[in-house]
């Protein structure tokens, strides 16, 4: 079926990625498919019947994501679950998620519209986190990572986390990262957690910077359900997801963390698998 609703989600205060908005959405108005885009987007695309500036997470059967990881990750969040597919065109620098070029973005798309491209449906993780001071309790989903870190103060840590009810370990560390498969490539690698294929349904768990040197990453089942406990009497600690939200954690408060509800389908670049993409961002076998 073809598609002929696309939505454009762009890297705000980019004007390379405004620019190739513009081309793109003159384009998409040429095969005649009706374009939707942020209503303060930077695009310089006019207000048409064909280019509409708002409804482009309601409306939109494809949404094209011109930018970086970053971006990728900020118009995943505001999809808010609805199952529309996302190809990113990587318009920043490691572009792990962003696996479209600027050179493949034309014939890419024409695949996309007649629904010829592969899609990967990738888990997400769901966090609630209950504050036990404040008698509140907030969920988030994340594509990437949740990660509960020290904030200003350069103390350490003490996580005690669960596992599937029973005690999986207690983490003196500067924190730990939970990440999805898809996460294994950010924050998680940096902490010295494993590469985890994006087909892996798995849940990683990465202490950062821990006081012994026999703590070492896991990588869990998708099913597993994880608590963690902030014991430390004295924290100044913070909990963020995927990076782009966060807030404090006060000792005493209680973070469940469990796969997500639903799961993201990102289109998946037609020239290179994900090891290609391994290769050529992380330099693999060059000296």
């Known amino acids: 079926m073809m598609i002929d609703e696309v939505g454009i989600f762009v890297k705000r205060k980019d004007p390379a990625a405004a620019d190739v908005a513009c081309d793109l959405v003159r384009w998409l108005n040429a095969r005649d498919v009706q374009v939707f885009l942020e209503p303060d987007s930077a695009c310089c695309a006019p207000s048409t019947r064909q280019c509409v500036k708002g409804r482009i997470f309601n409306r939109s ?66 966090a609630t986190h209950i504050s036990k001071a404040k008698g509140r309790r907030r969920t988030r989903h994340v594509l990437n990572d949740v990660v509960i870190n020290k904030s200003a103060i350069a103390r350490m840590l003490d996580l005690d986390v669960s596992l599937d009810g029973g005690k999986l370990a207690l983490i003196k560390a500067d924190g730990m990262v939970a990440a999805t498969p898809t996460g294994s490539t950010a924050y998680a690698m940096s902490a010295g957690g494993p590469i985890v294929h994006t087909g892996v349904r798995s849940i990683l768990i990465a202490p950062i910077c821990p006081h012994t040197l026999n703590l070492r990453p896991v990588v869990l089942s998708d099913t597993a359900q994880i608590r963690v406990d902030l014991i430390t009497e004295r924290a100044d600690a913070y909990i963020t997801f995927d990076g782009q939200e966060g807030w404090s954690v006060d000792p005493g408060d209680r973070i469940h963390i469990r796969r997500g509800r639903y799961e993201v389908p990102i289109i998946q670049s037609p020239s290179k698998s994900t090891f290609d993409i391994m290769r050529s961002k992380l330099h693999w076998g060059e000296r």
Do not use: C, W
């Not at 990113?88 to 696996?99: I, K, R, S």
């Not at 592969?118 to 769901?126: F, G, K, P, S």
């Open 61 to 126: 059967k494809l949404l094209i994501v011109l930018g970086g990881d970053g971006t990728m990750i900020a118009a995943v969040r505001a999809l808010s679950g609805r199952q529309v597919p996302v190809m990113g065109v990587n318009m920043g620098h490691l572009g792990f998620l962003t696996e479209i070029t600027l050179e493949e973005m034309y014939p890419a798309v024409e695949q996309a519209l007649q629904g010829r491209l592969r899609v990967e449906n990738r888990m997400t993780l769901q």
